[in-house]
């Protein structure tokens, strides 16, 4: 295994969902976030089978001559496949969460059990925690919970894969590296130590949808998921990125170094889009 890990998730670009595609601006995005992408040093590209979080990645995974390969049938957690540098793997469940609600017992939450009004919240707070949202009776009328259960057990399956095995809250390795602050000095010095660093990090990326993505991020940060599905706005082709910190060898835990950047598009002068929020976003 490579020194350490980065997790890279991308949000697929602006979609056209009526077609399961992009929009025209949508496909601007995916070739800015294949422009940033073009030099990063992936180690394995994943991807969710449905048709717009294909589309975002085609022009990175071209950029970096990877092929897509087939969606694999459900495998069992402990039997994902192999990594394979040279093809993009599509796993089922990295497609976008399908959890509808009964509407006649909650006719206000758009047949998806988020996107909840702040009322909802103060009248359901058992939502927000992490060891008994599943409780919460929005919960009791939709499938979320085992979807929830569904994506953990599989992402824990292929982060064993390369290394890092569940224990409890955090994740074990081989503990045979060092550790992930060896470089850092705290006198003034950050970028020659960084520069002196080793970067032959594994880098995992995931091209996904918003709801998989804030399952997989409550899970490795450990929180409630309603937490970081209404805590967050991660815009269409945004970047979010994890780093797995290892202070103790064999004691794994990953950190957020950056949540929804679109700073591809702010160079290339293209505005972020608002789908998948309710408020304007930063332009600037």
């Known amino acids: 295994m490579d020194n ?8 697929h670009a602006e979609p056209d969902y009526e077609h399961d595609s992009l929009t025209e601006k949508g496909f601007r995005e995916a ?8 030099d990063w040093r992936v180690s394995q590209f994943y991807c969710s089978p449905l048709g717009r979080a294909q589309a975002t990645a085609a022009p990175t995974l071209h950029a970096h001559h990877v092929s897509l390969t087939t969606v694999f049938p459900e495998p ?11 093809k993009a793997i599509v796993y089922p469940w990295l497609r976008e969460l399908h959890a509808p609600v009964d509407t006649e017992l909650h006719p206000d939450h758009r047949f998806i059990p988020w996107d909840l009004t702040p009322a909802y919240f103060n009248e359901h707070p058992l939502l927000l925690d992490k060891e008994r949202w599943r409780e919460a009776e929005l919960m009791k009328h939709c499938d979320l919970g085992n979807q929830a259960d569904w994506i953990y057990e599989r992402l824990d ?9 569940r224990d409890g809250l955090c994740y074990r390795t081989d503990g045979t590296h060092g550790t992930s602050n060896d470089f850092m000095k705290y006198d ?6 960084m520069k002196e660093a080793d970067g ?11 709801g998989v993505m804030m399952m997989m991020l409550s899970h490795l940060i450990n929180t409630a998921p ?29 950190r957020v170094q950056t949540a929804g950047d679109t700073s591809h598009f702010r ?3 293209e505005p972020v889009s608002y789908y998948g929020g309710f408020a304007m976003p930063f332009q600037e």
């Open 4 to 11: 350490f890990m980065k997790l890279i998730f991308i949000r």
């Open 31 to 38: 070739e800015l976030v294949a422009k940033r992408a073009k």
């Open 76 to 86: 069992a957690p402990d039997v994902l496949h192999k990594p394979d540098p040279d």
């Open 157 to 165: 399956g292929l982060l064993a894969l390369h290394g890092y095995r």
């Open 188 to 193: 003034g010095t950050s970028v020659a130590c």
């Open 200 to 210: 032959e990090e594994e880098v995992l990326v995931f091209f996904c949808h918003l």
């Open 226 to 254: 309603h937490a970081m599905l209404h805590g967050f706005f991660v815009p269409p082709a945004s970047v979010t990125i994890l780093s797995a910190e290892e202070r103790i060898p064999g004691q794994a835990y990953f």
């Open 267 to 269: 160079i290339a002068g």
